[in-house]
């Protein structure tokens, strides 16, 4: 298994420990879950937002007694892609890529790792979905701002003003509902997100809500009213900010940009590292310092160092001061990515041309996750009486 990449988020993980330390002891179980697309390889970007703060989860489970871990689980939410044309042969390429990146990062360690899986593998995750249909209002969804930004992008629009419902599918309308039916499965307590899915947890928290007063069961006592199946899950915001794109520093680091040199992929040789960095758009300003708002490109390179180097922003900018500061940031910029890629990207190759292990990884993830999951739904039915 590869080294893990080092840490992004110092600030990500105290969170989650300050989750922990803050149940008197003994202390409750947690069940983490979160997802990602099947979009293939990620970029720097993906990583330093979500995937670091997976892996330092996985790193502080490790550490507690190994009869009383808390759970993980961590998707490649295959079922999501769909609500946008797809090609298969790409799609089956993209989804074997990812779940190898998954298992190159370390996040199935076998003490104390989590569960990794195909959503797509689990037909519970479609099945709580419908259940959870049926208890959401439509406009709530219409008044979600995911499905018009991502209709503006499909059809390369100006501006969302262009966008109009007669355009929706309902896959694209209704799965901010299947994100919540991939939370609610599996009883999670924290959900690690980042600030651009918040307004989808809240409503997975309140389709909770309204499903346990819709269907509350029995008491255990056999008298009166039970609570209903799901607990409510905590939002656990990534506190990284968001990774600019390398050629445009006012945008975010995205797969769908043109340009080649906007983004940094995981599996980004030395030379491929070097270049793009070398070739980032700052600005004409002598030496370096600590300002995003009127140095956004320098901000950037600042922000992706201090996630691979672990050193604070401020004492980078200080640090690259004077008439070379920019260059020679640009340099041990890159030189810390790759020094913190370098192992994954060999156990990326590794896992990925094993075809057998890796078929062998899907299928004991799906097992594992299905086993959870059908759990859930055992209440589920029970309570709405389709047991």
Known sequence: MA??????????????????????????????????????????????????QWQKIVSEVKQQPPDSRDSLFFSVVGLHALTVPQDPK?????????????????LDDPTGGAVVFHQDQVPEHA?????????????RLMRMTSWKSKLA?????NSEDEIDDSMLQLGLL???????????????????????????????RDLAQSFNRAYPGVHKSEKGKGKGVFRIPEVVLTTHPRIPSLR????KMSKSDPAVASKIYLTDTRAEIQSKIKSAVTDSI?????????RPGVAGLLQIH???????????????????GIRDLKDSCAEAVDASLSGFRVEFERVRKEQGYLKEREREGARRAREAAQVVMGKVKEVVGTD
């Open 3 to 52: 080294t893990p990449v080092a840490s992004t988020s110092k600030l990500a993980v105290n969170t989650f420990k300050r989750a922990a330390s803050s149940v008197a002891t003994p202390r409750k179980h947690r069940v983490v879950f979160s997802g990602i697309q099947p979009t293939g390889v990620p970029h720097i970007g993906n990583h330093l937002g979500a995937l670091s």
């Open 90 to 106: 790409r799609l089956r390429q993209e989804r074997r890529d990812m779940f190898a990146v998954l298992l190159a990062l370390g």
């Open 127 to 139: 099945e709580l979905a419908w259940y959870l249909n049926c208890v959401t209002p439509v406009n």
């Open 153 to 157: 992008t499909i059809r390369n629009a």
């Open 174 to 204: 209704a799965y901010p509902v299947l994100q919540a039916a991939d939370v609610l499965l599996y009883n999670t307590t924290h959900v690690p997100v980042g600030h651009d899915q918040s307004q989808h947890l809240e409503l997975a």
């Open 248 to 251: 445009n520093p006012l945008a």
């Open 286 to 294: 002598e030496g370096v310092t600590w300002d995003p708002e009127n």
């Open 306 to 324: 201090a996630g691979y180097s672990g050193v604070a922003v401020e004492e980078l900018a200080l640090k690259f001061q004077g008439q070379r």
